[in-house]
């Protein structure tokens, strides 16, 4: 049985340091500057003023791109200082604690993990503790000669003499829950639903005019105990008819661990889901070179090219469509002149209680690539969701564009979770 109801809600409106984050910015304020210029002096002013920001935070700020949920296995009278505490970030790692660690921390900072790696830090104990040696895994915060920082998965701070540390060891990531991937894609369904949803056994269903593969499928997000089996019963009938009401056939979009598809379906390439705490992405500060509105106007709307080719009319109704949140479309530069970069955001509350914004449409003119126009505008709109209480960023982008999946590493965001459409025979 189905539940129908309109997309609705819809609401319009306006990195930690890492060397790679730094460089990027850096390379960001040479680039940009003259590709703005050519357009008007204002926004020329505003451009040099937000990136000159950046790299600043960037060389400033000694913190992760990538910080997760960490295990802290220090002892109750260690010295540590309080901290508060960090909200869970999308990826992570458990893996065990070594017996002994290889490498040791000097009075100088030694090559070693950096800033923003999950880690173990061996360190000795002052005299009077029953062991002489306590370990303690977590989010490396800075090395210097004089302190080394190590963030535990409370909020509680390690900071330890250089000369009292036995060893510090990167550790790799602990992989997502599988409760994890279904909250983050109920809250990105929320940012990109189609013009219209329904539950149908379990499964979300999405219908969008037929632009776009995501506002056009059926996804199983429910209660699993309850989920409808594709294999047997009737809920693939169900699934069938609803789609073929609206004119299309099924698509399914199968995340991980979340389904998989009937036997003898043809399945697509993956899609890769980034993600990242925005508490750890350095962005820029002060004036925005970006124009963030609340519709897209018509330059911002041929400027898109969904899969290279201009939009269909059904588009702008998908693009400005969000269930429960706020939607925006950020610009770089002006309709007179022309857009040098666009890109779109959709904030909105995952079961969890994250609140994330997720990027989409994101799009540099062909004239002006490669000078970090695309890192400045997709900063500018992970800011403005932050400013509405994002705590989180995502975006979903094909798992074979090395290009895309390198720039939103360089933000900071981290693989979450893949995921894949799958169609009938």
Known sequence: MSDTRPAGGRHHRRIRDTPEATAALWTTAVGVQPAIAATE????????????????????????????????????????????AEPEAPAAAEPE??????????????????PGSRVVMRYKLPPGYPQPLTDVIGELVSVSP???????????????????????????ARPVATREIRSLELAAADGWPGTEQAWIDGWLVRSGHGFTRRANAAAPLGNAQRMGNLHSGETLDRLRAWFAAHDQ????????????????????????VMAADIENLTLPNGESAVTVSDA?????????????????????AVLTAVSEGEVAFGALGTPDTGFLAIARGAVTQAPDGRRWVGLSAVEVAPEHRRRGLGMLICAEMIRWGRDRGATH?????????????????????????????????
């Open 41 to 84: 002096p204002a926004i020329a002013s505003a451009a040099r003023s937000a990136v000159a920001s950046a790299a600043q935070s960037a060389v400033d700020v000694e913190q992760s791109a990538a910080a997760g949920p960490l295990e802290p296995e220090v002892p109750a009278a260690a010295p540590v200082v309080a901290a508060p």
């Open 97 to 114: 604690v070594p017996a002994a660690a290889p490498s040791t921390v000097a009075a100088t900072t030694p090559p070693g993990p950096r």
């Open 146 to 172: 004089a302190v080394v920082v190590v963030r535990a998965q409370d909020g509680r701070v390690v900071q330890v003499s250089p000369d009292q540390v036995v060893a510090l060891k990167e550790l790799g």
């Open 249 to 272: 056939p099924l698509t399914l979009l199968l995340p991980d661990r979340l389904g998989a598809a009937p036997t003898g379906w043809t399945e697509s390439p993956e899609v890769q």
């Open 296 to 316: 897209p106007d018509p330059q911002w709307l041929a400027t898109y090219h969904y899969r290279g080719a201009p939009l269909p009319d059904s588009a702008a």
């Open 393 to 425: 960023t995502y975006v979903q982008v094909e798992a074979d564009n090395a290009g895309a999946i390198a720039l939103y590493r360089t933000l900071g965001l981290v693989d979450h979770h893949r995921y894949r459409y799958a169609t009938a025979p």
